[in-house]
């Protein structure tokens, strides 16, 4: 059995000239792209998801993560966001589950998702590891039984943290980092190695991942285990190690014909972010990257989604590939249904100013220029990233005489030059 990326080699299949008209570009220039592995598109067939390229060329995508936790463990309010990711254009879903019956809402949100679906399996691996006895007590069977599972349930790309070796965990003793380790699946495995004094299994196994990979075509999402979770630790040894190890990983991903992208970087000054882009795109051949944020302070929890709003539009613009979201609870509580819709909404704005920096979607601002010349505020409303934000502030104070807002009124300085320009 061929996979996506091989297929690609021998020439333009249906989902590859399905992404071409939807992202509005050559069909050859895609299939080169998923060919080389710089272009991704997860799509795991027992789930068969809208097709959606990452990557070079490609528009920028937005991920939404979701799931439980042990103190809010109900699925309904999970599919209650889940509803307001796919309202508000997510392009992709994490399903994030740490509480409650963890299978049966990864099960019921890949029923109900259109858009591919991301996992970090490790993090139901060490649930039930904890639950038995520790986290540091996973087996190597643990470990690629609970990958296979997901894969098995159709999720389309996986989170897995391959770049921490026991030679960085030793490394990382002596890194004076103000943090250390804050990525959980991440933190799961440097434990692990310290307690147990062996290699990670997904770096010293990895040909075995790459195998159960191409079996059910998922794509591998190469995770930041040492991300930095502060501003002073930024750009240092152990994340640059991580990512050296990463680089090596993916040319055994397109080696082997396995789709892969890169995680990265966390928290990032907004002088660091575009050398972090340039850097992860050097070492890993272009592979698309996938950032959390980043991250440009430390200060602002509760507004963390602006925060990463900064930052994701900067990384988008220097060749980011994919963001993920942060909401306002980040760093604080699990997200609510507002949450999700205050964060999306910062990413994709984030995304769009990347976008247009890049040659796409400059349209949009036209149309919305020449919506506002002309006072048409249905045609305002059309275009707007969160249209019932839009029709929400515009009702205040206004009535149906006034084709202005409540802040101008007959003071409109676009009705004042209109009337005089008409003369």
Same mark, same amino acid.
């Given at each position: ?27 050859? $220039? ?43 463990? &109900? ?142 075509? $998922? ?6 285990? $040492? ?61 698309? $990257? ?28 220097? &060749? ?104």
């Amino acid at each position: 059995m061929t996979t996506i990326m091989e297929d690609a080699r021998k020439g333009a299949t249906p989902l590859i000239r399905a992404v071409a008209a939807k992202e509005r570009v050559d069909e050859e $220039f895609v299939r080169r792209g998923v060919a080389s592995g710089r272009i991704v598109i997860p799509c795991n067939p027992r789930h068969n998801p809208v097709p959606a390229a990452i990557g070079e060329g490609m528009g920028i995508k937005v991920n939404v993560n979701l799931g439980t936790s042990r103190d809010m463990p &109900g699925m309904e309010p999970e599919i209650e966001k889940l509803k307001v990711a796919l309202k508000y254009g997510a392009d992709a879903v994490m399903d994030l589950s740490t509480g409650g019956d963890v299978d049966a809402i990864r099960a019921r949100i890949l029923k109900e998702c259109p858009v591919m679906v991301g996992t970090v399996p490790i993090y139901q691996t060490g649930l039930v590891a904890a639950r038995r006895d520790a986290v540091v007590e996973m087996s190597e069977d643990d470990i690629f039984n609970g990958i296979e599972r997901h894969a098995k349930d159709g999720v389309d790309f996986m989170t897995v943290h391959c770049g921490i070796t026991k030679e960085s965990v030793e490394w990382l003793k002596t890194s004076g980092r103000t943090m250390d380790v804050v990525s959980r699946g991440g933190s799961f495995l440097t434990a692990w190695i310290l307690h147990n004094g062996e290699e990670n299994p997904l770096y010293r196994n990895f040909d075995y991942l790459l195998e159960m990979a191409r079996k059910y075509e $998922f794509t591998l999402s190469l995770g930041d285990g $040492f991300r930095p979770g502060c501003i002073d630790d930024a750009t240092d040894s152990a994340q640059i190690s991580e990512l050296m190890v990463l680089g090596k990983l993916v040319k055994r991903c397109r080696e082997a014909g396995v789709q892969s992208m890169v995680e990265g970087p966390g928290h990032v000054p907004l002088d660091m972010v575009e050398a972090n882009v340039a850097l992860e795109k050097s070492l890993c051949d272009g592979a698309p $990257f996938y950032v959390l944020g980043p991250l440009v302070t430390d200060i602002a929890p509760g507004y963390d989604h602006i925060v990463g709003a900064v930052g994701g539009a900067v990384a988008a613009k220097a &060749g980011a590939d994919f963001l993920c979201y942060l909401t306002p609870a980040e760093h604080l509580s699990l997200p609510d249904a507002d949450d999700v819709r205050e964060g999306l909404i910062a990413s994709k704005i984030a995304a769009h100013i990347g976008d247009m920096m890049r040659g796409k979607g400059r349209e949009l601002d036209t149309a919305m220029a020449k919506a506002r010349k002309a006072l048409d505020w249905e045609a305002m409303f059309k275009l707007c990233v969160d249209e019932d934000k839009a029709r929400e502030y515009r009702s205040r104070g206004c009535t149906e005489l006034n084709d202005g807002c409540s802040m101008c009124g007959d003071m409109c300085a676009i009705k004042i030059v209109d009337k005089y320009l008409k003369k």
